[in-house]
């Protein structure tokens, strides 16, 4: 490599976000810009410990004793206490919803913003070593509120920016603040998240479904039927291609980055699905949809759901437009 070669005019995050408000923002206080770098900063926390907690856990599998399950459990916690005492130091935030915690947090100061969060997604896949992620969403607190639940039950519609880090081969910062989707990559060296793949727009159709497929018998019939038809094509087309990680934020990622459908419908036995609405399935479909894509319940927009509790799930279907178009007639040929 000659040092010709060398980038020096690289745009980091907070560059990216600094020219943006400059863009969009016609007030922009520089509130969201000091929010999202404790956001980084948690980020770069967390992807710190998951590869510290994975050494750890290899040793102690190496040794006497396996303690996989305390282990993964203290790197859920772990993940949470980090997003916590990350948001409240920002002073920027003053509520915040963790899927790891029963209740709301309100902090004290004057903060702006509400923030919701899965601090460590796909937690159960650590032990081998597949990709992990935090997913997180931002409201602006309703004018005049103190800092209550009503502020976060609202639809995803009202969300100002939303996305997720996944902990992979490098941390891996996807983000949309309503204005496209980019996606950001951690340099260690640096301790920067530097724009590597900017304005991602999904491919409108791919043949590629990702669902756990182990749940069929349990499945609505459009949602089987739907199904059915990917793998049983008419004459001369061919079947899809299945990839199912089992960890949302994996799964996601390579929706958004090749297209295709990624599941998790709501069945006769999790009645409204498995996945969470406000921390889970509001930041993806935000993000689909800002990279052109769609997500549904089957027969309703995601974003325009309001929570009624925090924690409240919802079945979805997500991914490019014309695979999840197909999902919208089939729940309409079933009406
Ligand atoms: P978690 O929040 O307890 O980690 O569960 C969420 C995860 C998602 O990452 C993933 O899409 C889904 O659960 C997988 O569920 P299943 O194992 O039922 O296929
Ligand atoms: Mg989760």
Avoid at 20 to 44: I, P, V
Avoid at 68 to 91: C, H, P, W, Y
Avoid at 239 to 267: C, E, K, N, Q, W
């Amino acid at each position: 490599d000659s040092l010709n070669d060398i980038r020096t005019d690289i745009i980091t995050l907070t560059r990216f976000i600094l020219t943006e408000q400059g863009r969009y923002a016609t007030q922009a206080t520089g509130d969201f810009t000091l929010l999202l770098n404790s956001l980084q900063f948690a980020f770069k926390f967390i992807s710190h410990n998951i590869r510290r907690a994975t050494l750890v856990n290899l040793i102690g599998l190496a040794g006497a004793t396996n303690s996989t399950g305390d282990d993964q459990k203290k790197l859920d916690v772990i993940g949470d206490e980090i997003f916590v005492n990350a948001m409240r130091a920002s002073g920027k935030v003053k509520v915040l919803v963790s899927e790891e915690q029963e209740e709301i947090i309100v902090f004290e100061g004057d903060g702006k913003y509400c923030v919701v969060c899965d601090p460590i997604d796909g937690s159960s896949n650590l032990d081998a070593g597949v990709s992990v992620g935090t997913i997180f969403g931002v409201y602006k607190l309703q004018p005049g509120s103190a800092g209550g639940v009503r502020d976060v039950l609202r639809a995803g519609t009202e969300m100002i920016a939303a996305g997720y880090t996944m902990y992979g081969a490098s941390a891996n910062l996807v983000l949309t603040t309503g204005n496209g989707v980019n996606g950001f990559t951690l340099d260690n060296a640096l301790g920067e998240f530097i724009l590597t793949h900017p304005d991602i727009k999904m491919p409108k159709e791919r043949s590629i479904y990702s669902v756990n497929e182990g749940n069929t018998l349990y499945w609505d019939k459009p949602t089987q039927e739907y199904f059915h038809t990917l793998k049983y094509p008419s004459e001369g087309h061919k079947p899809y291609s299945s990839r199912y990680i089992g960890s949302m934020v994996a799964d996601m990622h390579r929706t958004l980055l090749y297209g295709g459908i990624f599941a998790y419908p709501s069945d006769s036995k999790s009645k409204n699905g498995k996945l969470r609405l406000l921390y889970e399935c509001f930041p993806m479909a935000f993000l689909v949809e800002q990279a052109g894509g769609l997500a549904t319940t089957g027969t309703q927009r995601i974003l325009d759901l309001v929570p009624k509790h925090i924690h409240d799930r919802s079945g979805i279907f997500l991914g490019s437009e014309k695979e999840v178009q197909k999902v919208i007639d089939m729940y309409k040929k079933y009406e």
